[in-house]
């Protein structure tokens, strides 16, 4: 066959390697200035968005006869979002502990005359209600007026909480057509052991012991009679002394409350025929009995307050860190996390800092926690008492909604522990299982082969349940943890390992409960915390002393730089190209295997 030239001209080897280089670092030029372009865009959406957000204005003086207006209804943390998304986003959150003591500010303020609030549906927990109604009845002590409106406490239900709040206010204003949905409290728990199990997942649970039912909705299709007694006796608390509070602020008998609440939903004007609100109105309409420009939204205050914290210095500083959420081994590095949690070394690097601090006098640690790994808590645990015994200071714990199991593992390193009534304490138990898909492999066709080295090596497989070897093991480590965990509890809250069988083994506790039990010191909230560090540290009587909140805010470039370093989304986009059919299920056995130390799932409506 004849060879025909190519229509194409041959081009020179040495200006091929010329031409590859220049396309190469055309490729490179390009993909460095797109990254820049992206770059740039961040910035530019972060300025434009900045100029447009809702960050409070800063006031530097108080008008005579003010009116703080507060919003229950927004989120009020205890530990607040602080990244680059909330910088940037049109909303600006505060903590809870920032709308406490904007309250007991103005308590002493004397140009603050008035709160004026709004409640609905509120995510406020009853340990945090209870703070803040106190608070409340603090600032009308000192002859101030406080107004609460609602259009309706709840929507046709489940507003007690909400109400609960509202009826330590002097004046409880309704709207005509609202309501109070004061219905009571229900708890409510999904069990999933069918649902699994017709998907061909099973469960492999050990526990220490009965009432440690964390992972009962998985295990269980329905309630354990140990279960059903624990909750029964927790809400038989809540309930009473929710119903107590409310009689004695409405001037009211407990059995006018209970009545009322089997007939709620009660509708606007026989709310008010039965002294459950004050007034009928709209909430423009109540308003307008105060001049307008004596309006300050409690952001604005909270602002106010920290301009004038950031000025005030002197020798006797306490720290006060908040932790909330579960407890984790690791880092918070990871910006798109919707839930706080408390990261053992995150909280721990926090420790350090505040171990720099030449003038701590004390500590308070803030907790709201269901509990967690064991071993994190345990690393916590150990560096509060280091800490403690390094600075020669006390630490206070003071229990938000929550405090147990791995979380009231944490308060065994404070000298002082202080829960609110209604504070969900104790739960001292472990538990730890794996998730099993064998039959949902044989569903879909899917056949897994191993080869083992060690008997045990394949102890965390979700291909199988514990062999009896395995879980002769699995039950020694629940053991070994149990008696660590009973054994401090007994030393560092001075109770007998007799009396604490009777305490422990996965019990759940309201504060009330945990004080009668000697698992906490004393019912009490934030402020009187703050008294306690006062009175335990070496700051004489009379003495000014400054509270350093932790974890520090960061700064603009320090939330830019976690944002632009974190690669936690490259991370998840390269699990999903390597994904394993099992990823996920391994991923909840391995939360199961190390948060063996939490409290039970349930959700409270009240």
Known sequence: MEKKDSPFPKINEKYKKKFNKCFNNIIKLTTVSLATIGVITIFIVIGITSLFNSNPKSISKISPNSVLEINFDKAYNEVKSDDLLTEISATHENSYIELLKSINFATQDKNITTIFAKINNSGLGLAQIQNIRRAIKEFQSKGKKAYIYSPSFGSFGGGLGEYYLASSFENIILQPNGEVGITGINFELPFAKNTLEKIGLETDFETRYEFKTAASHLTNNKMTNPQREELTKLGDSLFETIINDIAKDRSLTEEKIISLIDNAPIFANLALNEKLVDSLSFQNIAKSEFKKDNFIKVEEYIQHIKNREDNIKNNNQIAVISAEGEIRSGYND?????????????????????????????????????????????????????????????????????????????GLSADYILAEPSTITGSIGVLGGKIVATKLWEKIGLNWESIKFGKNSDILSTNHKFTDQQRAVFNKSLDNVYTDFTNKVSKYRKISIEDLDELARGRVWTGIQAKENNLIDEIGGYEKAVNKAVELSSIEAGEKFSLIYYPKEKTFQEKLNDFLGGGEVMVSINQLVGFKPNKIIESQTQRHLNNIAILPQFSISH
């Open 334 to 410: 990871n910006d798109f996390e919707q839930n706080a949690n408390i990261y053992a070394d995150s909280f721990i690097k926090n420790l350090d800092k505040i171990s720099e601090n030449k003038n701590l006098k004390a500590l308070i640690v803030r907790l709201n926690s269901p509990g967690g790994s064991y071993t994190a808590s345990n690393e916590i645990w150990s560096s509060i008492l280091k800490l403690k015994e390094e600075k020669k200071i006390p630490v206070i714990f003071s229990f938000g909604d929550y405090a147990a199991s791995g979380g009231y593992f944490m």
